[in-house]
């Protein structure tokens, strides 16, 4: 499957428009292929994808940290690099890398990414931002002294301290523990109730599941899918019948040789895979098929793939 | 015109030089003092004064220089070098700010703190020798272009270097072994004839030079040239600042 069926609409009420953007780093990789993504405005986009699939390197473009080699990028109707001023203005940033200067204190790091930004002071603001970031007591301590979870509280602090519309988070969770993780989705949250476009990368699979509006899957530099969350585990998602006998039995009887059924190893349990989108999924058929071949039902039950199932195959299938 | 960024982008680095006051500011007062006592009343008081200046008066500003070049050029070079260094470069590219914009709150605060550690270094000499200075104004110009000069040649250093060792390599190769031999401990009359000749291949014996006359009228080469060579410097650090600034150098992949 192509970006470019699903991805590229027509970009009318999108805050973020990539067309055909492509990145050859020095070294001669190449990291992205002629990428084509709307994100509208107010969801919550999660880009999934293995190392080393672009993730990182498509965000820097965007926000200005690397050059694209060709294709353009617009924010809020702004071209990236002819506008970058207007454009950037709209971006908040949090790297994957917890980059953060040794000895200054929290309350002044996020102030100097405010002042960055063109913003002027506002102390008031910057004391409630952390607050909501849980990090009220830590105003006046040096950032090398924080936690690994608390400077990337920091961090998304200082992308915050401007007030942006669309919000790039790389890799917000990793290395958070799961009680943190949960804060982080319920801050995401708060932030998209207020209107902020969030974009994040994440390995984890159940972090888009949990939170995302739509997913991407990136890989080797190319974008496999972007769908609505929902529609997408729907559509690639496959259900399983599994079947469990009576009787163990060594062989599939040969009258049910086309649905190609799996036998466990110890021969009770025959698994089923169709298609939901499919018109006739043929359970009656095989229900009836197995019947006849003389066997005796003990059980049946069924389950669908999850997004991480749909990921996984998606990126084998591409390699 | 992103005022507030470089308005932010000064007052850390100026933050950063507080809070590492006594290496920033003490260092180069104490150096000084061990200067004035090995050269300056050691050695100085068997060498009889030049041109008219006792010998003490007379390396004054060539000390300062040497402070000021070495003090500019450190600062700034590691004013960029650290962020790049630690990943929080990305804050200044990602955000909606010129590279010319980025260069004066860096740039300018690595000034002025050599501005300061001058001033101090005047202070300090002023309790060992008796200071003049003939031309206040043209001493505050070559002041402030060296400033600003090296500071520029610094960021240029920081941001070419991608390694501690390379930060290091131009101060210590190029830019210490050329003060010392441009005249800061002697007039290049005291040298023989080739090595004067030699001597005037050294841009920086141009600096001090002119620098030293606005204090006692005593020259080595002409104060115009000192000054052409001055302000050819500074034009030099802009072009480059402004060629790379053009490509992204080393900032962006
Ligand atoms: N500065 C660089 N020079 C050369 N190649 C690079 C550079 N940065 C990234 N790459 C390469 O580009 C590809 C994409 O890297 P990128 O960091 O975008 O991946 P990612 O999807 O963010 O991975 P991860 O999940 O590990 O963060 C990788 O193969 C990487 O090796
Ligand atoms: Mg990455």
Known sequence: ?319 | MNFEAIKVIYSAEMRRTRNTLLQSIASPVISTCLYFVVFGSAIGSRIESVGGVSYGAFIVPGLMMLSLLTQSISNASFGIFFPKFTGTVYEVLSAPISFFEVIVGYVGAAATKSLIIGVIILITASFFVDLRIAHPFWMLAFLLMTCVAFSLFGFIIGLWADNFEKLQLVPLLVITPLVFLGGTFYSIDMLPPLWQKISLLNPLLYLISGFRWSFYEVADVNVGLSLMMTAGFLIGCLIVVWLMFRSGYKLKQ
């Open chain 1, 1 to 319: 499957m192509k970006a470019s069926d699903t991805s590229a609409e027509t970009g009318v009420n999108a805050i973020v428009q990539v067309r055909g953007l492509s990145k050859t780093y020095d070294n001669g990789h190449q990291a992205l292929k002629n990428i084509d993504l709307d994100i509208r405005e107010g969801e919550i986009l999660a880009l999934l994808g293995p190392n080393g699939a672009g993730k990182t390197t498509l965000i820097s473009i965007i926000c200005g940290l690397v050059n694209a080699s060709g294709g353009t990028v617009l924010v809020g109707g702004y071209d990236h690099v002819k506008q970058y001023r207007k454009s950037r203005e709209l971006i908040g940033l949090v790297p994957q890398e917890l980059a953060l200067g040794a000895f200054e204190l929290v309350e002044n790091t996020v102030a100097l990414s405010r002042g960055l930004f063109g913003k002027s002071k506002n102390p008031e603001f910057i004391q409630q931002l952390l607050e909501n970031l849980s990090l009220g007591d830590k105003a006046t301590s040096p950032v090398n002294r924080l936690s690994g979870g608390m400077k990337r509280r920091v961090l998304i602090a200082k992308a915050l301290s401007h007030e942006p519309r669309v919000l790039f988070l790389d890799e917000p969770t990793a290395g958070v523990d799961v009680e943190l993780r949960k804060d982080m989705w319920a801050v995401i949250d708060e932030l998209r109730a207020d209107g902020v476009t969030i974009i994040l990368t994440t390995h984890y699979i159940e972090e888009a599941e949990a939170i995302a509006d739509r997913v991407g899957v990136i890989n080797a530099g190319e974008i496999l899918v972007i769908e609505d969350k929902q529609v997408l585990m729907d559509k690639l998602g496959k259900k399983q019948l599994v079947i469990e006998l009576r009787e163990a039995i060594k062989t599939i009887p040969a009258e049910l040789e086309e649905f190609n059924l799996q036998l466990c190893e110890v021969g009770n349990t025959l698994t089923y895979t169709y298609d939901i989108r499919a018109e006739r999924t043929g359970i009656t058929r095989l229900l009836n098929d197995v019947q006849n071949a003389g066997l005796t039902l003990k059980d049946i039950s069924t389950s669908q793939s999850s997004l991480e199932d749909i990921f996984v195959n998606l990126v084998k299938a591409d390699a």
